[in-house]
């Protein structure tokens, strides 16, 4: 009895159920034509062809060695003497340099830009001469006709002519020279008044100055103007320099001065050689340095 009721009640929620809904039944598709098989085995073999291809090597994700960093070594076997000019320089940048640098700025600014203007055409006459030394005859043309250009139209120099018809400067010294005959930097040198410097830039300055005073243009370098002139290009180049002695209040201010100022030497040693890369200092390093 008790099964009968519950097949009636079983009976009676199905039909209550499905009164409310539509009832469909799904057949399955006709068989796939065969345009359609065609285009399945296409893309298969497309897709085994791909799988074929060779795959890139993937990047190699080796740890950067120590061997492989650039040394932080920097060739400086006259360190003591070194320091001790690095802090008569400091000194005397903040009682000469620099007061003298801050006066120079109450003079107009037409008036300083006429002489560095000048100081700028007269450093085109070494750059003429080490671009011919070097065989670049095309740079050398270009700094001749900045030179004449400025010295005439410009007034002896007073006004860059040749940089307003887009004749920009590029200068050249001695040690560009150097450089370019695969002369090394050599050693670390803190020169007195001039500050940072290699060996090889010290040779370049002063082949620099023995081309001017052998041209010797317009008698300039003779007798008592020659002190004045300096005197007037150093402190119009220290006004036109924003580097300030212990700015950083960093205890280690001379390496780094040292580390930026001989990598900046070696990057541009690098840009003129043939194979775009040049000797580091390290290798004059003393053993177990």
Avoid at 10 to 16: E, F, I, T
Avoid at 153 to 179: C, N, Q
Avoid at 208 to 216: F, L, T
Avoid at 270 to 275: D, E, F, L, T, V
Wanted: glycine share 8%; hydrophobic share 40%; with cysteine.
């Amino acid at each position: 009895m008790r099964v009968l009721l519950a097949a009636a009640l079983a009976s009676a929620v199905m039909a209550s159920g499905c009164a409310s809904r539509s009832f469909s039944m799904h057949n399955l598709p006709a068989e796939t034509p065969a345009a359609d098989n065609a285009l399945a085995i296409n893309r298969a073999a497309a897709a085994a062809a791909k799988a074929a291809e060779p795959k890139p090597e993937a990047a190699s994700t080796t740890p950067l060695r120590m061997a492989d960093a650039p040394s932080m070594y920097t060739y400086d076997p006259w360190e003591r003497l070194n320091r001790l000019t690095y802090r008569f320089n400091a000194r005397f940048d903040e009682a000469v340099f620099l007061p003298a640098a801050d006066a120079y700025r109450y003079i107009p600014l037409p008036v300083r830009m006429g002489v560095h203007n000048f100081f700028s055409n007269l450093s085109e006459v070494p750059t003429v001469v080490n671009d011919g030394l070097q065989l670049q005859i095309r740079s050398g043309v270009h700094s001749l006709g900045r030179f004449v250009l400025n010295s005439t139209l410009g007034i002896g120099g007073l006004f860059d002519i040749a940089t307003r018809i887009h004749l920009t400067k590029a200068p050249a010294g001695f040690s560009t020279t150097l450089s370019r005959w695969g002369v090394h930097p050599g050693p670390y040198v803190v020169l007195p008044l001039l500050g940072p410097s290699t060996l090889r830039e010290s040779v370049g300055l002063l082949g620099d100055y023995g081309i001017s005073y052998g041209i010797n243009l317009l008698n300039l370098y003779r007798g008592n103007k020659t002190y004045a002139l300096g005197v007037a290009n150093a402190i119009d180049t220290r006004s036109n320099t924003s580097f300030r002695y212990y700015a950083t209040a960093s205890p280690f201010e001379y390496e780094a001065v040292r580390f930026l100022y001989v990598r900046k030497t070696l990057i541009e040693d690098g840009a003129r050689r043939p194979n775009g890369r040049a000797k580091s200092l390290d290798t004059q390093a003393p053993a177990g340095r």
